[in-house]
């Protein structure tokens, strides 16, 4: 049908990417203003595409919790790294990361000066469930680490660095690139475009829905020095069957940290379009090219 890959640079007031306002809540039905702008990408993680008047107060909190996670969590170390930690006061002294000791795990100081640069992402082995028809929730998924080994050695956490994915919250992370994908769509092709899949599992509310709307895109990236992130969306049509006429599925393609081969790309299934997807496209200046042509 048609597809659209989009390169997302670090933020800047040069380059920041800003949707129409959308003056009402993406997340949830009955939000009340004020409405808050959102940073489709978190700010913290250098996302270039804003959202004016995009949320609620009740999901922004909710929201915050989950970004605040993985800016804090598995994603901190490479933040640092990179200049992307706005106020480094908020962060304390010292940083805990858990290691292995003599085969045990345990958990170590360091100073923010001596944090070793490390990035933990899962790798879905899997598409998502809805593709296929898996339905139990039993899609499968590793965890790889990215960053400077040497310094890992240097730690002692090297030998098993794997510790470094222990504890890591699955579930939150599904929340985090569904909230992305889920903004990144509604601002590119209108709020009245799509009927949407993601919203309960951005709020918590069914996060049964990660394993059915989220997995493997099927190819690895190459190292592209200066892009942070890329995403983009495609369409895919489906023919009528007896029991549901013919709509078109909007899927995201989001890859995060794209500085590093082969970090996964996440196929995140959206929703699918309320309207013929010439009418979508038309605004945008675009055309569906359909197999055919």
Known sequence: MSANWYR???IS???????????????CADGQPPFTREHVIPRGMGGG?????ASCEKCREIIRDVETYCMRGPFLSHRLELGLVNDLGDLGDVV???IRVDGKRTDKS??????????VLPQFHDPPGLTTGRTDGTGRHSYTIWGDQRSLDEHGSADESAVLAEGFDLVKFARAIAKIAHGYVLGELGLDSLEPYLPPLVLGQDTRLGDLLIGD???DGMARENVLH???????QHDATPNHGEFVRVDVRLRLFARYERTPVYRIITGVLKKPIDEVLAPLG????????
């Open 8 to 10: 997302n640079e670090r």
């Open 13 to 27: 007031k040069d380059n920041a990417r800003v949707f129409k306002p959308a003056n009402r809540c993406i997340y």
């Open 49 to 53: 595409m804003i959202f004016p008047k």
């Open 96 to 98: 805990r990361v858990p």
């Open 110 to 119: 360091f100073s923010l000066e001596d944090l070793p640069n490390y990035l």
């Open 217 to 219: 895109w099927g190819e």
């Open 230 to 236: 890329q995403i983009g969306h495609s369409f895919l």
């Open 286 to 293: 675009q055309s569906a090219v359909r197999p055919s042509e």
